[in-house]
């Protein structure tokens, strides 16, 4: 599967943002898929993840009530509504995806996923 990343732009802290990932294939409705997100001199980390079905999601704490991952498996599409944006929100977006059998959203590490988008950057300013 191939995976683009977009809708990344300049925000005020307070805002909202939407970013997408479009996927290729047609066995899209087989991949769990997560956002993750990487600061500049930090570490990529988990922001969202959700199951085949979209069934199952995961939050990370920091972004729990302010942002909401969703998919259209008939698009190919998985999205990451973004609000109440805060300055350290500010990374370079990523959407990743692995092949599972099973329903869970608990795959939480970059590790976890086999295929990579190029990301979209965010940048929430104060």
């Known amino acids: 599967v191939q995976l683009q990343a977009s809708g990344g732009g300049l925000v005020q802290a307070g805002g909202s943002l939407r970013v997408s990932c479009a996927a290729s294939g047609r066995t899209f409705s087989t991949y769990a898929v997560g956002w993750f997100r990487q600061a500049p001199g930090k570490e990529r980390e988990i922001v969202a993840a959700?199951?085949?079905?979209?069934?199952?999601?995961y939050y990370a704490d920091s972004v729990k009530g302010r942002f909401t991952i969703s998919r259209d498996n008939a698009k190919n599409m998985v999205y990451l509504q973004m609000i109440s944006l805060k300055p350290e929100d500010t990374a370079v977006y990523y959407c990743a995806a692995r092949s599972t059998y099973s329903a869970s959203s608990r795959y939480t590490l970059v590790v976890d996923y086999n295929y990579w988008g190029q990301g979209t950057e965010v940048t929430v300013s104060s």
């Open positions: 959700i199951s085949r079905s979209g069934s199952s999601i």
